[in-house]
T-cell receptor
Framework: GAVVSQHPSWVICKSGTSVKIECRSL??????MFWYRQFPKQSLMLMAT?????????EQGVEKDKFLINHASLTLSTLTVTSAHPEDSSFYIC???????????FGQGTRLTVV | DAKTTQPPSMDCAEGRAANLPCNHS???????VYWYRQIHSQGPQYIIH???NNETNEMASLIITEDRKSSTLILPHATLRDTAVYYC??????????????FGKGTHLIIQP
């Protein structure tokens, strides 16, 4: 069964509005979650590490004021794309780190289209 | 994490074994080889991982060369649903709370009917 639930699976928004994406851990308490972005025909790129109860850490080149991450509980991390623009249109994916030596668990992804 | 090299694409006939190679010549002694796949418009899915011994699970087999500089993922009886991008990633095994993954370009495996 699913370990990570990501919602919504797709969203279309107008330029200038904000969009919130939720990532829920169903089976594990997750002090850390990861957010990735994937543009068409490209690979996944790590955007940020979400840390429960503290600030997220962002990869170089990712604007922390534009991509707001909140990790208020051990089962939920949210990514808010603020003042979205067409160039933010992408596939956003969250993940939990591997448990023990298992591989990472990924959400289903959210297809964001900004018009 | 050590760098990996994979062919950009491969074709395989349905029902045949799909063998996906990965080179990781700079792998360190404590780094594992992980394989993930991503079916179109979905999140990646963990397949298998190994350190130095060959591994098999219900999805695939992983063959790692003795010098650990390369590996092969084997899907024994490929089906159309195995069409996906396959990523080979080398990293120290995470016990939770470790770094995010670095994805290369992967291999786009196309299963032909």
């Amino acid at each position: 069964g699913a370990v990570v639930s990501q919602h919504p699976s797709w969203v279309i928004c107008k330029s200038g509005t904000s969009v919130k994406i939720e990532c829920r851990s169903l089976d594990f308490q997750a002090t850390t979650m990861f957010w990735y972005r994937q543009f068409p025909k490209q690979s996944l790129m790590l955007m940020a590490t979400s840390n429960e109860g503290s600030k997220a850490t962002y990869e170089q080149g990712v604007e922390k004021d534009k991509f707001l991450i909140n990790h208020a509980s051990l089962t939920l991390s949210t990514l808010t794309v603020t003042s979205a623009h067409p160039e933010d249109s992408s596939f956003y994916i969250c993940s939990l780190p591997g448990q023990g030596r298992l591989g990472a668990f990924f959400g289903q992804g959210t297809r964001l289209t900004v018009v | 994490d050590a760098k990996t090299t994979q062919p950009p694409s491969m074709d395989c006939a349905e029902g045949r074994a799909a063998n996906l190679p990965c080179n990781h010549s700079t792998i360190s002694g404590n780094e594992y080889v992980y394989w993930y796949r991503q079916i179109h418009s979905q999140g990646p899915q963990y397949i298998i991982h190994g350190l130095k011994n060959n591994e098999t699970n219900e999805m695939a087999s992983l063959i790692i060369t003795e010098d650990r500089k390369s590996s092969t993922l084997i899907l024994p009886h490929a089906t159309l649903r195995d069409t996906a991008v396959y990523y080979c990633i080398v990293r120290v095994a995470s016990g939770g709370g470790a770094d995010g993954l670095t994805f290369g370009k992967g291999t786009h495996l196309i299963i032909q009917p």
